[in-house]
């Protein structure tokens, strides 16, 4: 049963990830789908898009554009960003890791994996 749990939270995690990254959801969708979420797994998510698609990036006007329709349209995200930021996930993340050095689904594994431990 855990496989199972652990597999659908990475389903739910890449979701909202490629749902922003790719447009597949509509900020209402994505919100949706945030709602259930981590507080923490929200905030390394978002900041994973934000870091991936900086200045210079062909597809960042798109991509945090949606980013932007978000959190604008739904306030009560970015509240649950600051929340997940003081997560100690977050803390072992960023000194673990570079968010720029792993592709969405790497990404994904290793949050969800110690989301999970």
């Known amino acids: ?3 199972m749990a652990h597999a659908q939270a990475q389903r739910d995690a890449l979701r909202i990830l490629e749902g922003i990254e790719n447009g597949t959801m509509t ?3 994505s919100a949706d789908a ?3 979420a981590e507080p923490a797994m929200v905030y390394l998510i978002l ?4 870091s991936r698609y900086g200045a210079g990036h062909a597809a960042s006007d798109a991509v ?3 980013l932007a329709e978000l959190t604008n349209k739904y306030p ?7 929340e997940g930021k003081e997560d100690s996930i977050v803390e072992w993340f960023e ?8 592709d969405g689904k790497a990404f994904v594994e290793i949050v969800v994996d110690k989301f999970e431990s």
């Not at 009560?76 to 600051?82: D, G, P, Q, T, V």
């Not at 000194?95 to 792993?102: G, T, V």
């Open 34 to 36: 945030i709602e259930g």
């Open 1 to 3: 049963m855990a496989d």
């Open 27 to 29: 900020a209402s969708q």
């Open 95 to 102: 000194d673990a890791y570079s968010y720029r050095e792993l």
């Open 47 to 50: 900041t994973w898009i934000r």
């Open 76 to 82: 009560s995200i970015a509240a649950k960003m600051k």
């Open 64 to 66: 945090l554009g949606r």
